[in-house]
Every structure is written in C-alpha cells, then in structure tokens.
C-alpha cells in the first residue's frame, strides 16, 4: 500500500532538522538547497527567530537592499518585541521607509551603535566594510547561491558558525570582470559562495526543501526534472486545488487561445512562424503585450488555497520575464501603447526571488541565429519558468529546436570545472518538449 505524500508534514520534518542542525550541531555550516517558492525567507526568519530566543545574537546576511528590508519586515511581523538592526549604506536614500514604522527596528550606517541587538541585517557588500568588531557566534546566509565568493571570503571573518540557505537552480553570481585564469581553482572569486564552500568542506551537512508552495502541481514536475534532478521537490498543491478563468469568452485570436490553454494546463505555448529577428522582435514583443492586454480584458479570476472565493488577477499579481534588459523595456512600451501599466516587466534577474498568478514570457532564444551560453544558462530559463503560482504563457518563434540541435556546445573544456548538471541545452529542451503539448501557433 502506498503512503500518502503530505507536503506540508514533508516540509516540517526537513525544518526541524535543519533548525537542530544549526542550533545544536557541531559543524561550522549548514547548507539548505531550496527549490523556487519552498519558503527560504520563511526558513531564514524562524531561525533567525530561534537563535535569538536561545541567547545567540546573529548576523544577517543578504545580497540585496530589497532582500534585507524584506527580513527585516518579516522579522518585526513575527515578533515586535525583537531588537532588530538594520545596518545600511551611507547613501541618501538607503533602505525601505516603511522600516521607519517599526519602533523595534534599529537603523544605523555604523555596525558599533548595534552592537549587542539580537539580529543585525544587512547586504554582503557592507558587511564587508564592518572592521574591528567583536565576531558574532552565529550568522545565516540569504540567497547564498546569489553571492559569490569573494564576497563570502569578504566577510568569513565576523561570525564563528553559519547557516547558507538558497537555490542552486538559480542565476549564477553576477561578475563583471572575465575569471577564465581562475576556472577550476577551488578559490575561484566568481563561483558562488556554496560551491566554493562545499569544495572546502565537503563535510559540511547539506539540507534541501522538499516541497515548492509556489509553482503548482502543473509546474513543479517540469522545473524539477529540468533544473533540479538531484534535488526533486514537489508540489505543495494538487491537481485542481488552483484554477484560473476568464469572465469573458474568448475571441479566437492567438493569445486568447493561449490563454485558454495555460489556464487549463497551466502552460501555454504562443509560438509565431520561424524568422531570425533583431532582439526587441517587434512582432513577438507585441504578441507579449497583446497576452498581458487580454488577459486583463478577459477578466481572470484565481481560485486557490489562499482564498476561499475567487481572486482577480490584477496588474500587480502579473508578471512579464525576458532575457535582456531592452527588450524589457520594449515590452513596456508596447503594454503603454495599449494602456496597461502596473504590470512586473523584466530580466530573469531581477526577478529572480519574486511571485506572481501568471508570468508571461519572451523565450531567450526566440528568432536568435545562434545559441550562446548566456542563453542557454540554466539559471535564466528557471527563474523565468518557476515565478508563476498559476499559469505560464511562453511566447516564442518557431525553431527553437532546430536551433539547439544546431549549435551543440562551444565553451571550451576547463579542467577542474565541476560541469552544471543539467547543461543548458538539455534542459531547454526539456522544457520545449513539454511546451509543445500546449502550443498555439499564431500568425499576428
């Protein structure tokens, strides 16, 4: 007889060894892989909770602004009692006013003046300037895959143990400097902070989420297999527990079709003919807007776990995801040409971390001549594939396939060089495969 698979039992035993691994273990690390959406925040602020409520004062580190008022914020939400320090840059606009609400929180550009609170956040790159202090006992790494290295190494100095939590099917850490004359080293200052970590520590307990309670059961079984095969996880939904619909009929065109299709499979497939096109592909930017435009028009509603009654899926709860950043910008003046705004429209990299009902996407090999490394990174098509809680629409021109097939690897081989499994070109087609089953092809 088979057991049951109960997500939210699975995710609470993988927790609660992970919090006794890191308030009674005796290792110096703790790693925790997370899939998109498994609760890494929720993670990082109950532990940061219980090392507190235990007597040991921490450090926070995350590698953006955004990150750090964000747990700073949860942090005051779970418990306003708790002295929280928030250390920032010296610039004139330099974390989220509405920190400035939260009469707990204490704000401060000089790690000295919150010296002896119980939590003290802040990014990497300015923990790296924080000189002649005594160290903290524990820190607890964000977005730990996000952070490169040298950045690690940068701050290793100011805490004794350390809990790294973050996702490995993510972009790599961004450098904007060529490090070919480091590939293989096991001190490679571009690798991420995780691997490098691993690599000297191999000892080290490792941990991962098991289940995502953001992608839905549509979703997690095709981001897992592609991106995460050494590290499945499940969805914390089942079949039928969301569902997206429409007030309005469709029209017969080909984004309302598509539309149709991703709100009844959860993907979509909008593929025009076949033509290599400039990047800001004027007619494949517009198929994307026109996707955005109908489906505000058509009035979609979400049904999910959150809410007993149905959701308007509003500008806010949409999203936009592309490759480059003009392209970006072309599908925002597209979408003001037919008067939407407020909708999230922008390159997997900034999106990396966020959630929305339905993600519309602009493929990273759409009508491209050739398929180079940077779009066929693994990290991208993940981000762009997983943002979603209920429905994906891809747009994208024909060929894709071919293309890939074309184009077989041309990075050279570099000894010691752990090779990404799964490469870029595997799970591209991977996740084409799956696409094709809910393609609408569409001649604007």
């Known amino acids: 007889m088979s057991t049951v698979f109960d997500p939210g039992a699975a995710a609470a035993r993988a927790t609660g060894t992970i919090l006794d691994d890191t308030l009674h273990g005796g290792s110096r690390g703790v790693v925790v892989d997370s899939p998109p959406g498994a609760g890494k925040s929720t993670l990082v602020v109950r532990a940061a909770l219980e ?7 921490l450090m926070v580190i995350a590698q953006t602004n955004a990150q750090v008022d964000d747990l700073v914020v949860r942090l005051a939400e779970k418990d306003p009692e708790l002295p929280v320090g928030r ?24 790690a000295a003046d919150l010296a002896g609170l119980d939590v003290v956040i802040s990014t990497a790159a300015k923990w790296a300037h924080v000189k002649n202090v005594e160290p903290w006992g524990h820190a607890i790494v964000d977005e730990a895959y996000q952070m490169r290295s040298d950045a690690l190494l940068a701050v290793a100095g100011l805490f004794e143990r350390a809990l790294f939590v ?67 996880f499940r969805s914390g939904t089942d079949h039928g527990d969301r569902k997206l619909s429409f007030g309005v009929a469709s029209d017969g065109s080909g984004p309302d079709r598509v539309l149709d299709e991703a709100a009844e499979s959860g993907w979509g497939l909008l593929e025009l003919p076949a033509r290599h096109t400039p990047r800001t592909d004027p ?15 058509r009035g979609g509603v979400a049904t999910s776990e959150r809410a007993e009654e149905p959701v308007p899926v509003t500008t806010d709860r949409v999203a936009v995801g592309t490759a480059h950043r003009d392209q970006a910008a072309a599908v925002r003046a597209a979408l003001a040409e037919l008067g939407v705004t407020g909708v999230a429209v922008d390159t997997a990299n900034r999106l990396q971390g966020r959630e929305f009902d339905v993600t519309v996407v602009l493929h990273p090999l759409s009508g491209r001549p050739d398929a180079t490394a940077f779009h ?26 071919d293309l890939l097939d074309e184009h077989p690897s041309t990075e050279p081989v570099q000894l010691g060089v752990t090779v990404k499994f799964p490469d870029g070109w595997e799970a591209n087609h991977a996740v084409l495969a799956h696409l094709a089953e809910h393609r609408v092809r569409w001649k604007p």
């Open 51 to 57: 090392l507190a409520a235990a007597g040991h004062p």
């Open 87 to 110: 250390l920032h840059s010296s610039d004139s606009d330099p974390y989220d006013k509405v920190l400035d609400g939260l009469a707990n929180v204490t704000k401060s550009a000089k």
């Open 166 to 232: 973050g996702d490995p099917g993510q972009l790599d850490p961004f450098s904007i400097v060529g490090a070919d004359q480091w590939a293989g080293l096991s001190y490679d200052p571009s690798a991420s902070a995780v691997s490098t970590l691993l690599a000297h520590n191999p000892e080290l307990p490792q941990h991962r989420l098991p289940v995502s309670w953001r992608l839905p059961a549509s979703a997690a079984p095709l981001v897992s297999d592609a991106f995460y095969p050494y590290t499945p």
């Open 283 to 297: 007619e494949a930017v517009r198929a994307v807007a026109l996707v955005v435009r109908r489906l505000l028009d």
């Open 376 to 401: 066929l990174e693994t990290g991208r098509l993940c981000v762009l594939a997983s943002r979603h809680r209920h429905a994906c629409v891809v747009v994208c021109r024909e060929g894709v396939a």
